[in-house]
């Protein structure tokens, strides 16, 4: 009897520290994405919107064939890379858990104004970095940027 009893203690708390523990994983895997994303994203808005400033065009142009070469945010449009074979902006290797794969994604959209719809070309850009994490968690940051004015 005391045998029995013990035995239907031990499932009743191994339910919910198992859940305990899922949800520990996941909240630790919510925040190493946010620090993917947030890493990248500083990565782009260090650069104009648009090459030279003005000089608007999504995805990067026929002689960028990496990352290095991007010379504007709108170079990140349609960017994507993973975990596996995660690289800095020096193309140098990042040690990473390899058991569990972020992938990160960017798009940019041009806007007319801030709150606009989507258009061709526009004096404003939202950036978006969305990562997906080991489980199928989708984290995204977005972040406006508008075209530099230059005054002489």
Known sequence: MATTLLAIAVVGIAGPLGAAGE???????RGAAVVL?????EEIVARPLCDDGTTCHLGPE??????????SADDYDGYSDTTKDL?????KSISFDRNNVYTRNVTVAYRTSPTGSSVS?????????SV???HKQVVKIWRLLTKETLAY
């Not at 026929?62 to 010379?71: A, K, L, V």
């Not at 690289?87 to 193309?91: A, D």
């Open 37 to 41: 994303a947030r890493q990248l994203m």
């Open 87 to 91: 690289k800095n902006y020096s193309n």
């Open 121 to 129: 070309s526009g004096d404003f850009g939202i950036v978006t970095v």
């Open 23 to 29: 949800q520990s994983r996941q909240t630790e895997e």
């Open 132 to 134: 997906t994490t080991p």
């Open 62 to 71: 026929s002689s960028e064939c990496d990352r290095t070469q991007f010379n």
